[in-house]
């Protein structure tokens, strides 16, 4: 799997958004299993201030002592699903995407062990799962939302898995990842016909 992300994102150029807003990083944790390679997501806490009971990536607030954003996507990441750093293998980063509330986000791609345990932090966590990405490529959305930025508006999909829903930031850097690595041809920019 590290070989196949590794060589699609070596030629990919992520944006780079030139905002002077607060600085967050989330993880893209992909299992290390070549023929059913999966996404890790997590529920955030009903409890939490900021999109909660979303489905989202781990990930969080850069703190004044990280040294990068990348510490910050593993320290996060650590906190949040208990996921070490050392069982991390991380690939590179996607575009940048601005969160509703005006936090600049960066995504890491990474790889993980398929069998690695994680377990849930409850003040932020209300579950962890898994989704195949297969599902994803086949684009069986459930929705689109027309979601505006700054002076921009995208046409991002919705994807109904179990009973969990992803949507919004969650989905730009999914779609992000996928077009990068598979492929995808899912376009934002329009509205789908």
């Known amino acids: 799997m590290r070989e196949l992300l590794s060589e699609k994102l070596s030629n990919y150029a992520p944006s780079q958004l030139t905002l002077d807003f607060p600085e967050a990083a989330v993880l893209v944790p992909i299992t290390d299993n ?3 390679p999966e996404m890790i997501f997590t529920l955030r806490s009903s409890r939490l201030s900021m999109h909660r009971g979303q489905v989202a990536y781990p990930g969080g607030m850069r703190d004044a002592e990280d040294e990068s954003l990348l510490v910050t996507a593993l320290r996060e990441t650590h906190e949040e699903i208990g996921l070490p750093p050392e069982q991390i293998d991380v690939v590179a980063p996607l575009s940048q995407v601005m969160s509703l509330h005006r936090i600049l986000v960066t995504p890491y791609v990474g790889v993980v062990p398929e069998d690695c345990p994680m377990q849930a932090n409850p003040d932020e966590i209300e579950s962890i799962f898994r989704v195949p990405i297969s599902f994803f490529l086949e684009d069986r959305r459930e929705r689109t939302d027309a ?3 700054i002076d921009n508006t995208f046409y991002v999909p919705c994807y109904q898995w179990q009973h969990y829903q992803i949507w919004g ?5 999914l779609v992000d990842f996928l077009n990068a690595v598979y492929d995808a041809g899912i376009d934002i920019l ?4």
């Open 34 to 36: 070549p023929d059913n």
């Open 169 to 173: 930031m969650s989905a730009l850097v």
């Open 190 to 193: 329009e509205p789908p016909k």
């Open 147 to 149: 979601l505006s930025y």
